[in-house]
């Protein structure tokens, strides 16, 4: 089942006074599977920033279709815009977005608390969620007092307690040192075998390993995609190096 579909994705900037446009994404077409684990590659101002903002309903396209299971999202009133967010998407962001005045656990139960669950359900959720990342005895803390690494989990809980159909992750290991990007990694691998469908946007190579598919973004197309199947971590990462190199090397 396509949880995500993309068709023919354009957007072009224009500036003030239309004097210049700028072509950000042009003829991009790709789907997400559910339960798939896709990684989004480019570099700085390949369009891929822009793809997620627009896959997120951040941002409107120029031109094309982006359906989110099956609800085309440019249809979507500006006024049901948020509410469809918190329904259907989780976020997860490279600098966290945390409250500091909530604890762990009120940052968890913010999206359940927006959307009017019954109680009892806010607090099985937070309990499931919260051992799942192993975060049980921060959930009296707040924000100030825990780790990057910590905090990251923390943001993670809040994007997945309402069982979103899909996870968006922007950079999401880009402010943590190379432990707690490990473990957040690993993480994101054990939240998608529970059948999580997640779209991770990274420079990271180590962290686009982890994924089960890479789609590379060049120009504002995409590039190739490359599955890791049965591919070890580390035998993916080499594959996943090559592509970057004959991308880098424009294709030759």
Request: proline letters at 2%.
């Amino acid at each position: 089942m396509k949880i995500l579909e993309v068709q023919d994705l354009k957007k072009v900037y224009t500036t003030r006074f239309n004097l210049n446009k700028c072509e950000a994404l042009r003829s991009v077409s790709f789907s997400v599977e559910q339960g798939e684990f896709v990684a989004i590659m480019g570099e700085s101002g390949s369009g891929k920033s822009t793809l997620l903002n627009i896959i997120a309903s951040l941002l409107k396209q120029t031109a094309g279709y982006v359906g989110l299971a099956g609800k085309n999202i440019a249809e979507i009133k500006d006024s049901q815009l948020s509410a469809f967010r918190r329904d259907h998407l989780g976020f997860v962001f490279q600098d966290f977005n945390l409250l500091d005045n909530f604890s762990v656990k009120d940052n968890m139960l913010l999206p359940m608390v927006l959307a009017q669950k019954p109680y009892d359900l806010m607090l099985q959720r937070v309990q499931e969620v919260a051992a799942l990342l192993k975060i049980t005895d921060l959930l009296e803390k707040f924000p100030y007092e825990i780790s990057g690494g910590e905090k990251q989990r923390t943001a993670i809980g809040r994007a997945i307690i309402t069982n979103p159909e899909l996870l968006l992750a922007d950079e999401p290991t880009g402010a943590l040192d190379s432990k707690a990007s490990e473990r957040i990694l690993r993480l994101f691998q054990q939240i998608n075998e529970t059948g999580q469908t997640i779209l991770m946007v990274t420079h990271s190579v180590r962290a686009a390993s982890k994924a089960k598919r890479v789609l590379f973004i060049k120009d504002g197309q995409v590039f190739n995609e490359i599955y890791k199947a049965e591919q070890t971590d580390d035998a993916f990462y080499q594959k996943i190096m090559n592509t970057l190199a004959v991308m880098t090397n424009g294709g030759e």
